[in-house]
């Protein structure tokens, strides 16, 4: 049996020049979140991070409090290109509400887009969902023999995937998990001899305590 724990990234820099940075907070946040597992007696025969900055650095926050021993990155575990997807979409639809001056619209346009994406209702002239789903699908294969405990460090996108490959979801269940999703929050998967199994999906322990009022982010 392999447990992989599937990490969303601290919070990021959204509204900055480059959102691939995380902020303070979600320094903070990736912190805590290597100390909690620590204290349960998590130990990861493997840290891996999908390649992206705010991957890189969400685990090396982790790892100042949880001991890891082997890290690794995979593309494959990359978030999709979601600004490809917004200049798609609105290529061919003028309805998407004003996110940029207000996140509390960010999930309402997400939704929208990710759904269009989805039902191949736009091209984005590169990566499918069927593209995205494979590559999250062949990503989660290479993990197979790589020991008991594995430590993914992803984006929304592709944890909503990867439940997607335990649960065998549809498109619309796929777009409400990445929009829900906070940042450090862990999903568990188990692999067993039938397959891969959901145990635990967006939990955030870690960020739960009554002196971290206010550490709950979704960007």
């Known amino acids: 049996m392999q447990e992989i724990l599937l990490v969303r990234h601290g919070q990021a820099s959204y509204g900055a020049d480059d959102y691939d940075n995380l902020s303070e907070l979600g320094h903070q946040q990736s912190f805590w979140l290597g100390a909690h597992l620590h204290q349960l007696g998590f130990m990861p025969s493997l840290a891996v991070d999908g390649t992206l900055k705010r991957h890189v650095q969400t685990l090396d926050q982790v790892a100042k409090s949880l001991p890891i021993t082997a890290k690794a990155s995979d593309p494959a575990f990359s978030e999709i290109n979601i600004k490809a997807i917004l200049a798609a979409y609105r290529n061919k639809y003028d309805d ?42 062949q990503g989660l294969e290479r993990l197979n023999d790589q020991g008991d405990n594995i430590l993914l460090i992803t984006s929304g996108g592709a944890i909503a995937a990867s ?23 862990v999903t568990k998967l188990i692999r067993t001899k039938s397959g891969l199994e959901l145990h635990s999906l967006n939990n955030v322990a870690h960020l739960e305590t009554a002196d971290r009022k206010g550490a709950l982010t979704y960007v």
């Open 163 to 185: 439940v997607s490959a335990a649960l065998n979801l549809e498109a619309a269940a796929q777009v409400a998990i990445f929009t829900k999703l906070h940042n450090s929050s």
């Open 96 to 137: 998407l509400p004003a996110f940029e001056q207000n996140v509390k619209l960010l999930n309402a346009a997400l939704h929208m887009v990710l759904t269009a994406w989805f039902e191949a209702r736009i091209d984005t002239g590169g990566e499918t969902w069927q593209d995205y789903i494979m590559r999250i699908n």
